[in-house]
């Protein structure tokens, strides 16, 4: 038995075609057809209309021959075609509560569970520890902190380059002071703030036992004067901010300005 594949003349489905058989069957459509018609739509569909027409139901021959060319898909039977009766289960009905019942539900407190006395032992350890332990950290960086600023403010005038007369014309900030503001009786340039900045350095390179070539990229100076205010940060970045209104020449009122106008700049 000689094989090829073939195309069903009726429904178009890809059949397997015994070539020397005298008719062959379609097992999708079940449409007879003739195997050398088949094997040619498969080469050259060309412009065929597959109809896809209902067919007469096959003889068990019929069947047997349709399948014979499939290998071990065999034809199905009359008895295994039969349709299987379906079981249907009874829902149970759903629980049906009463009015009364659905209110007593509703007002039922929940159970909250209970630890047991050694559990709540452990748990308040592990709080306690958790307390502990930040307690630790942050407090010797905080007070390390604090006596580096006292340090720095010890120097506050060899920073500058001019006496500071009142510790209100100067702030340090940050986790490692690497922040000031300098509050000054004149006008600023950006030339004097970069000198401030460059003695602000080297104060903090002795405080903090730092390389002298260490350009320290992280501190900023800003420095503020009658005529504005001059940021400059570690990375020789430079920022000039024009004051917008008369500003007084009194060290007070520079002070209270800057210090104002920087808050936001420099908290925390």
Known sequence: MATKQGRCPNCGSILMVDEQAPVGICIFCQA????????QLDQNPG??????????????????????????????SSASSAK????QHKKKPADKLTPTQ????????????????????????????????????????????????????????????FEVTDPAYYAFSGQRNQSLLLIYNGAVTEQAAADVLQQFKQARSQVYNLDPDNEQTSTVLRMAGTNGSVTIHGNGATEFEESSAEISATAEESSETAVASATEQTAG
């Open 32 to 39: 007879r057809y003739a195997p050398a018609q088949a094997i």
């Open 47 to 76: 412009d065929h209309e597959f109809k896809n027409e209902p067919q007469a139901e096959l003889t068990e021959e019929e069947k047997r021959l349709a399948y014979a060319n499939y290998g071990n898909i065999h034809a199905p």
């Open 84 to 87: 299987k009766t379906t079981v």
């Open 102 to 161: 659905r209110v007593a539900l509703m007002k039922k407190e929940l159970v909250e569970p209970k630890l047991s006395r050694r559990h709540q032992v452990y748990m308040a350890a592990i709080i306690v520890g958790i307390i502990l332990i930040s307690v630790a950290v942050i407090l010797p960086l905080t007070l390390s902190k604090k006596a580096k600023r006292a340090e720095l403010a010890a120097e506050i005038d060899q920073i500058a380059g």
